[in-house]
């Protein structure tokens, strides 16, 4: 079982970033893959981006690629999305999510190859 707690959302302006935080409990973290998702209202849960276990491979989607990086440090169990140049766009609850799929070489990134979910983070972004 793997508990996910997200922090660092909160309301900015366009152009503005932030960083989300999420938290996992356990002793098996390297073994996860870990993703970000956000969900707008009135729309469907998307993936944003997704790391490997080891934090070797990346995959992000087309919307976020070049203002959003996502990395982990395994040492402290957390994973990051770093969130530049920030749309109104972006405003949704994030996800963090954990897939048993970390040790491929694929990187997961649909919703249903996660297996545990946080609560979400509220990211509003305001023109």
């Known amino acids: 079982q793997v508990q996910l707690v997200e922090s660092g959302g909160g309301l900015v302006q366009a152009g503005d970033s932030l960083r989300l935080s999420c938290a996992a409990s356990g002793r098996t973290f390297r073994s996860y893959a870990m993703g970000w998702f956000r969900q707008a209202p009135g729309k469907e849960r998307e993936f944003v981006a997704a790391?490997?276990?080891?934090?070797?491979?990346?995959y992000y989607a087309d919307s976020v690629k070049g203002r959003f990086t996502i990395s982990r440090d395994n040492a402290k169990n957390t994973v990051y999305l770093q969130m530049n140049s920030l749309k109104p766009e972006d405003t949704a609850v994030y996800y963090c999510?954990?897939?048993?799929?970390?040790?491929?070489?694929?990187?997961?990134?649909?919703?249903?190859?996660?297996?545990?979910w946080g609560q979400g983070t509220q990211v509003t972004v305001s023109s």
């Open positions: 999510a954990a897939s048993r799929y970390g040790s491929t070489w694929y990187v997961p990134r649909t919703l249903t190859e996660y297996d545990y």
């Open positions: 790391i490997r276990g080891s934090g070797g491979s990346t």
